[in-house]
């Protein structure tokens, strides 16, 4: 019994997104904006700040106190379904994406915490790759002294 109210939660929540993509796509095509008009320039900031903001919610401290209040009341199915969510990148991608969206074109000023994302998610993208080379040029190191 327990697996199928979580379930109707889980399904819940689908229909409550699409409600959402429907309400947002109705506020903009009220405001005489069609999603075809993205910019390629657009876009990769949209996808910057969603990646950002997916990491923030799904893996950073600054988020953890909400991941800990919600874990705390996972026995309730509703809280149980938000935990799904924010635990797993691939499910908040899709929710931030919105954000993004909602707030690059429908929140005045919100471009400019967008564009602050974008900024910062290409910034982790850099240090990301950094350690990497780091690490890679540390291995090829210990490969040679160990011969």
């Given at each position: 019994m327990e697996?199928?109210?979580?379930?109707?939660?889980?399904f819940t929540s689908i229909f409550f997104y699409?409600?959402?993509?429907?309400?947002?796509?109705?506020?903009?095509?009220?405001?005489?904006?069609?999603?075809?008009?993205?910019?390629?320039r657009d876009l990769i900031i949209l996808i910057l700040a969603s990646y950002r903001l997916t990491r923030i919610v799904v893996f950073e401290k600054i988020f953890k106190f909400a991941r800990d209040f919600i874990?705390?009341?996972?026995?309730?199915?509703?809280?149980?379904?938000?935990?799904?969510?924010?635990?797993?990148?691939w499910c908040a991608g899709v929710w931030m994406a919105l954000i993004a969206i909602v707030f690059f074109y429908l929140i005045?000023?919100?471009?400019?915490?967008?564009?602050?994302?974008a900024i910062a998610g290409l910034a982790s993208f850099i240090v990301q790759a950094s350690n990497l080379m780091g690490l890679h040029l540390?291995?090829?190191?210990?490969e040679k002294s160990g011969k």
């Amino acid at each position: 019994m327990e697996n199928r109210i979580q379930h109707f939660w889980n399904f819940t929540s689908i229909f409550f997104y699409f409600g959402l993509i429907i309400l947002v796509g109705t506020i903009m095509h009220a405001n005489g904006f069609t999603i075809t008009e993205i910019t390629t320039r657009d876009l990769i900031i949209l996808i910057l700040a969603s990646y950002r903001l997916t990491r923030i919610v799904v893996f950073e401290k600054i988020f953890k106190f909400a991941r800990d209040f919600i874990r705390n009341y996972n026995r309730y199915y509703f809280f149980s379904t938000i935990q799904f969510v924010i635990t797993c990148p691939w499910c908040a991608g899709v929710w931030m994406a919105l954000i993004a969206i909602v707030f690059f074109y429908l929140i005045p000023y919100g471009d400019l915490l967008i564009y602050a994302l974008a900024i910062a998610g290409l910034a982790s993208f850099i240090v990301q790759a950094s350690n990497l080379m780091g690490l890679h040029l540390e291995e090829k190191q210990e490969e040679k002294s160990g011969k």
